[in-house]
């Protein structure tokens, strides 16, 4: 039986456990790529691998999944999709107070990781005939710049950037691989406790991300991942490499 393969990072919490969760269902195949070992349970029908790794050091990582994809039978693969979702925020200030290891972690997870991990997926899978896609989780913040979270702003903006890149390059192949930087609206995760919790003299935006909360415009992660699904499954994924989930 052919199933539907996807490849997702940071699925142990927030949106990652949520969308990690919804694909455990007959038919498809999950290997979960995060620090924790997420609480999942497969269907009768769906296969789940887990495995543990920092994405601040990507590279083994990369090498790992591009082997463990070269091993796979293609035939028993109806469509394969990778789920750059994993990211981290560094400490809410200006840039100037965030010390270097924080600088660096937050753009290695946030921007190096999918990039290299989006490279070893393609390569892995440039042959196959099964429709192939890559999704990388970004934010508004990618499109609006906010004091006290650059390191944040650069490295959804550089998967932004690096969706546009990648789909001129796919376009010219052979069955090319669509993909999108896609923002996945504001949801109610540990990132959001960490941005309520800052110090508003340092994160001027504290109190928009308070008012997001006690206004209740937070979706959960499970609606959050509903919708990321539902745009997957769109015929016309890919035709914007940039976009919002909320688009129409």
Avoid at 26 to 55: F, H, K, M, Y
Avoid at 202 to 220: A, H, I, M, N, Y
Wanted: proline share 6%; with cysteine.
């Amino acid at each position: 039986m052919q199933m539907h393969l996807t490849i997702l990072t940071g699925a142990s919490r927030g949106l990652g456990l949520g969308i990690a969760s919804a694909l455990m269902q007959p038919g498809q195949r999950l290997l979960a790529i995060s620090r924790g070992t997420p609480n999942l349970v497969a269907a009768p029908g769906a296969l789940l691998e887990c495995w543990s790794a920092d994405l601040a050091d990507a590279a083994p990582v990369a090498a790992r999944l591009e082997a463990w994809l070269a091993a796979l039978d293609p035939a028993g693969i109806a469509s394969a999709t990778l789920v750059n979702n994993a990211g981290v925020i560094s400490k809410l200030a200006p840039l100037t107070e965030v010390d270097s290891a924080d600088l660096a972690n937050a753009l290695r997870v946030g921007l190096e990781a999918p990039a290299l991990l989006s490279a070893a997926f393609l390569r892995a899978t440039a042959a196959w005939t099964a429709p192939r896609k890559v999704l990388l989780v970004s934010s508004g913040l990618g499109r609006r710049a906010m004091a006290g979270s650059a390191s944040y702003c650069a490295a959804k903006a550089g998967l932004d950037h690096l969706a546009r890149a990648v789909a001129l390059e796919e376009a010219a192949r052979p069955n090319g691989a669509r993909i999108v930087s896609l923002a996945p609206g504001v949801i109610d995760t540990d990132m959001q406790v960490q941005l309520r919790a800052a110090d508003p003299a340092s994160f001027p935006d504290r109190e928009r991300f308070v008012g997001l909360k006690t206004g209740g415009q937070l979706d959960s992660p499970a609606a959050a991942a509903a919708k990321i699904l539902r745009y997957l499954a769109r015929p016309d994924f890919g035709a914007h490499p940039v976009a919002d989930v909320r688009d129409a």
